[in-house]
T-cell receptor, first 112, second 116 residues
Framework: DTEVTQTPKHLVMGMTNKKSLKCEQH?????MYWYKQKAKKPPELMFV???????INESVPSRFSPECPNSSLLNLHLHALQPEDSALYLC???????????FGSGTQLSVL | GENVEQHPSTLSVQEGDSAVIKCTYS??????FPWYKQELGKRPQLIID?????GEKKDQRIAVTLNKTAKHFSLHITETQPEDSAVYFC???????????????FGKGTKLSVKP
């Protein structure tokens, strides 16, 4: 099973809303990532979890809050977002740093 | 830190022709180089990757070459088809950045258009 599943696929939210993005994998990968991708740009790293512990935070604003409840799940909690936060949010996983990185199908987020 | 440059930013070829996309990297510690294909509205999909102990790797119509001395690697697509049209990203994985679960540093992407 090489699937990384993300929900929801699309999300529209207002600037005062609280929502969460979810990512699930069953490949036993120990590194899980959140990326943000704007149109026509490469993925931009936000957070890295290694063995369920946050190992990298790329100076992401606190309105984005990651959570790794267990080795299969990764969440991204959203609160008080801005319109410029509208983007494709991608979860990704890999077993080791120089192994293949598998992306989820992404959540297309629109902030109104 | 690592920096990855990718060229060209756009590439248009006729169906059946070959396409070549080139990337250079700056960190000599980088040792893993994947290529991703991304169609509009979809996830990046890994199409081929190469490690620094290998100079070339092929998978059907796709090949990647790596020159460690010059710090550049290239994607070659032969007999292009309209379904090859997409944005292609190269990346380099550096041990120095991100500790034991190091990050991929992406190039800016190449939009490939294959005309029937």
């Amino acid at each position: 099973d090489t699937e990384v599943t993300q929900t929801p696929k699309h999300l529209v939210m207002g600037m005062t809303n609280k929502k969460s993005l979810k990512c699930e994998q069953h490949m036993g990968h120990r590194a899980m990532y959140w990326y943000k991708q704007k149109a026509k740009k490469p993925p931009e790293l936000m957070f890295v979890y290694s063995y369920e512990k946050l190992s990298i935070n790329e100076s992401v604003p606190s309105r984005f809050s990651p959570e790794c409840p267990n080795s299969s799940l990764l969440n991204l909690h959203l609160h008080a977002l801005q319109p410029e936060d509208s983007a494709l949010y991608l979860c990704a996983t890999r077993q080791n740093f120089n192994e293949k990185l598998f992306f989820g199908s992404g959540t297309q987020l629109s902030v109104l | 830190g690592e920096n990855v440059e990718q060229h060209p930013s756009t590439l248009s070829v006729q169906e059946g022709d070959s396409a070549v996309i080139k990337c250079t990297y700056s960190d000599s510690a980088s040792n893993y180089f994947p290529w991703y294909k991304q169609e509009l509205g979809k996830r990046p999909q890994l199409i081929i990757d190469i490690r620094s102990n290998v100079g070339e790797k092929k998978d059907q119509r796709i090949a990647v070459t790596l020159n460690k001395t010059a710090k550049h690697f290239s994607l070659h697509i032969t007999e292009t088809q309209p379904e090859d049209s997409a944005v292609y990203f190269c990346a380099a994985s550096s041990l120095r950045y991100g500790g034991s679960q190091g990050n991929l540093i992406f190039g800016k992407g190449t939009k490939l258009s294959v005309k029937p």
